[in-house]
């Protein structure tokens, strides 16, 4: 049994062989994506339908932790797991991303653009020299407008009722009813209870490869914008 943080790993042969053992020993496996169980994402999620277009912001003031690692590997891929995970078994077509070090020798803020084969875009930036702590997510599905901010635990859903008499009264914000268990916390019992009960685990090591085989590619456009800014 094995709960491991994410990234699941470094490189995608790491995962593999990750994976590989959990299923040779019939070990559970779970990857601590740990955003999937945060309040506000467990209410929004059965709101959901189809998401169309994401905007998303995760910045936080330079740490003292972790300059050992990518911005991309180190946050960002909680964007790039949830986005995966809500837009289901559709494949990536697209990706385009900058990014720079800027303090340390490593990617300190990134942007990439992610676009999915049924037309889905997302674009998130990550940057963690900034000012201000934001863990912000909006996206449009049909007929609705979806926030998300994992900072506060705040999540609403904006519609539009196409049968309205004018398109303003047509308008409903619903501000979604947070059940607030500590993040962490739900991660662990879940994983307890998908032991106990022998049930798959929530978040698979297939799971986890997806999001760092979405990581490495973005990586690798940074790094190719790199060499084209000789940064």
Not at 8 to 32: P, Y
Request: net charge negative; hydrophobic share 45%.
């Amino acid at each position: 049994m094995s709960l491991v943080e994410k990234p699941i790993a470094l490189t995608l042969d790491e995962a593999d062989k990750m994976i590989a053992a959990a299923e040779r020993s019939g070990a559970t496996l779970m990857v601590g994506q740990l955003e999937r169980f945060n309040p506000a994402m467990v209410a929004l999620r059965p709101h959901v339908t189809k998401p169309l277009y994401f905007e998303i912001h995760r910045v936080s003031p330079f740490p003292n932790r972790s300059l050992d690692v990518d911005v991309v590997l180190d946050v960002m891929i909680h964007d790039l797991d949830a986005i995966q995970w809500l837009v289901g078994d559709i494949k990536v077509s697209e990706i385009r991303a900058v990014g720079i070090p800027v303090i340390s020798d490593k990617v300190d803020a990134a942007n990439a653009r992610i676009e999915f084969e049924n037309g889905t875009v997302a674009n998130i930036t990550a940057s963690r020299i900034g000012t201000e702590k934001i863990r912000k997510t909006r996206f449009y599905q049909t007929n609705s407008y979806v926030v998300l901010d994992y900072a506060t635990k705040f999540a609403s859903v904006t519609s539009l009722n196409p049968e309205a008499a004018h398109p303003l009264a047509g308008i409903s914000i619903n501000r979604l009813e947070i059940n607030d268990v500590e993040p962490l916390r739900a991660e662990i019992t879940a994983f307890l209870d998908c032991l106990e009960n022998k049930t798959p685990p929530p978040i698979s090591g297939e799971d986890g490869r997806r999001a760092l085989s979405l990581a490495v590619g973005v990586l690798e456009k940074i790094e190719a914008h790199r060499l084209r800014l000789d940064v």
